[in-house]
């Protein structure tokens, strides 16, 4: 079966850090583009970052900027995205998804896999 696993979620204080990781299952993630989305409750669900297969391009929604870092270990064949100086706002369910094909990095329609989610909780 294909599928993605996040994990890394949890509660923590305005301010703090978080770190999510992406793993596959029955294919090789280090094949693959992956993207970071988010939805908060009662929102539609929002592009958060991306990077490319070898490393060498990331991007980022503007509400994350300076404060997210998205990278992966090829070797290890998982993603991660770094959430520093986390918000309320950035509250929400916290999903990872691969593609195969280079396409709008802010399109979920355009992606081949996705994960569950992981809650993210910010709050004091």
């Known amino acids: 079966q294909l599928q993605l696993e996040e994990s890394g979620g949890g509660l923590v204080q305005p301010g703090g850090s978080l770190t999510l990781s992406c793993v596959a299952s029955?294919?090789?993630?280090?094949?693959?583009?992956v993207g970071w989305f988010r939805q908060a409750p009662g929102k539609e669900r929002e592009v958060v970052s991306y990077i490319t297969i070898l490393n060498d391009d990331t991007e980022y929604a503007d509400s994350v900027k300076g404060r997210f870092t998205v990278h992966r270990n090829n070797a290890k064949k998982v993603v991660y995205l770094q959430m520093n100086n986390l918000k309320p706002e950035d509250t929400g369910v916290y999903f990872c998804?691969?593609?195969?094909?280079?396409?709008?990095?802010?399109?979920?329609?355009?992606?081949?896999?996705w994960g569950r989610g992981t809650q993210v909780t910010v709050s004091s």
């Open positions: 029955g294919f090789h993630l280090d094949r693959y583009f």
């Open positions: 998804a691969a593609k195969i094909i280079v396409s709008d990095w802010r399109d979920p329609e355009t992606y081949d896999y």
